[in-house]
């Protein structure tokens, strides 16, 4: 059995909240640059122009790219041969988030629901636990914005709705979400599951490349589909016009009950801020 | 559509010239605010006590800034979704208030107050909040320093870049999603 010392959690963590607050993924900004140069309006054009220098600025400056350097999600894969010394798992993710926004000057975001009081140092960080085979411990980070989480949604579909169900709900709801959760997008799609799981689907789908492939070449040619369909909506960069209103749609399923055909629509913002160590 | 240079406190004559399209490049001093800070505003209102800013002109930002790094006046300074102060914005009009500067749709009372009291609603970049901090040359916080970032804050800013979504005449710059091109209609 491997051990690991959960220091090395805390600094992993920590160093990923940082830099994936200042560095957008290179896949992201590739697909900024093929999006624009595809746009003929002059204003959705001016938005990637903006967008691009932001990310030189802020790899410049040490600024985050947003202000709103999100509630921390995380996904965990934990080799069930492996042992974690000194603190529980979860205490250790919480440190690295405390430290790293700490260190970082990244703004706090976590509040009481009620009283609205903000916790202070940006925890308790939302994670979800995977125990896997093996003896390593894989971390994805994800700085999740309030403004494109709220465009989110989950909905229990009847079976008889079907594809052409799904894909209503999704176009609906960008549509409705419109200019507000600073399209271009991303869409995390979860299908199947139970009324929990399926946004789990959604979000967790969200951590995978830009431009990549889905291995289901039926769930790939449906991503497709819905991606072209999203942008004949025409929304655009923040909502001023143009041929790209969504980055790309990210779909995950899971078989789900006899009776039920759940749906997770989980939108991202451009600042796609995300990222993986194995430790 | 037209490109303007112009200074808040902002004029009447100003704000009711500009039309939904139009570039504004804003100098002077704004007021930052957010959630919490509006719902502190309309409890002094509502308690006739004083307000912490002149409303006369104001230019209302929404944002909730990171925290400053060591030699800047503030962290990244982008816009926040604009319709949760939709509630709060047209009483601040109707006191006065010329602008507010935010991301995303407004409502229709918002819409209505802009018309009734000669108001404008800028949109600024969303996720571009290092390159919108560079335009902000000096920030105070003047009233609820508790709610740390969503305290307000006085920004002397300089060649603030901003789109006028939503003018004094009613127009609206957003796009209205093509639904019946993917057979929603």
């Known amino acids: 059995m491997r051990t690991l010392d959960s220091d090395v959690i805390v600094d992993a963590v920590a160093g990923m909240c940082i830099h994936a607050n200042r560095y957008l993924p290179e896949d992201v900004q590739r697909c900024f640059a093929q999006c624009s140069s595809k746009e003929s309006v002059p204003a959705a054009r001016e938005i990637f122009r903006q967008l691009t220098e932001n990310c030189t600025l802020a790899a410049r400056t040490g600024l985050p790219l947003c202000q709103d350097t999100g509630l921390a999600c995380f996904f965990v894969e934990l080799g069930q041969d492996l042992h974690i010394m000194g603190r529980n798992i979860r205490e250790a993710i919480n440190d690295g988030v405390r430290k790293g926004y700490d260190e970082g000057r990244l703004r706090k975001s976590a509040c009481d629901p009620f009283t609205r009081a903000n916790t202070g140092d940006n925890t308790p960080s939302v994670i979800h636990f995977d125990i896997v085979p093996g003896d390593t411990l894989r971390i994805s980070f994800m700085a999740k914005g309030g403004g494109s989480e709220n465009m989110s949604r989950v909905t229990m579909l009847a079976p008889a709705e079907g594809w052409e169900g799904i894909r209503k709900f999704v176009l609906q709801r960008v549509a409705e979400a419109g200019p507000n959760p600073c399209p271009p997008i991303v869409v995390g799609i979860g299908i199947g599951g139970t009324f929990d799981y399926a946004p789990v689907l959604a979000k967790k789908a969200l951590l995978r490349k830009l431009g990549d492939r889905n291995p289901d070449p039926g769930l790939d040619a449906r991503e497709k589909e819905l991606l072209a369909d999203i942008n004949k909506l025409g929304i655009g960069p923040m909502g001023l016009g143009g041929l790209t209103t969504a980055l790309d749609v990210k779909m995950a399923v899971s078989p789900c009950h006899i009776a039920s055909l759940p749906l997770a629509v989980n939108i991202q913002c451009h600042s796609a801020r995300h990222e993986e160590v194995e430790l | ?185």
């Open chain 2, 1 to 185: 559509m037209a490109e303007y240079r112009m200074n808040a406190p902002l004029s009447d004559a100003d704000a009711e010239k500009l039309r939904c399209g139009d570039v504004v490049f804003l100098s002077g001093v704004i007021y930052t605010a957010r959630d919490a800070a509006h719902k502190r505003l309309m409890d002094l209102l509502d308690q006739n006590m004083e307000l912490p800013f002149d409303l006369k002109g104001a230019v209302i930002y929404y944002v909730g800034p990171s925290p400053a790094p060591e030699g800047r006046p503030i962290g990244s300074a982008g816009p926040t979704t604009s319709y949760r102060m939709d509630s709060y914005a047209p009483r601040l009009h109707g006191l006065g208030v010329k602008a507010s500067i935010g991301k995303g749709r407004r409502n229709a009372e918002v819409i209505n107050a802009l018309k009734k009291f000669g108001g404008v609603y800028f949109g600024a970049t969303g996720g571009a909040g290092a390159l919108l901090s560079m335009r902000i040359a000096e920030a105070r916080v003047i009233a609820f320093e508790d709610l740390g970032t969503e305290a307000i804050r006085e920004l002397k800013v300089s060649e603030f870049p901003l789109l006028v979504i939503n003018d004094s005449q009613g127009g609206d710059l957003y796009v209205t999603p093509d639904r019946k091109a993917v057979g929603l209609e």
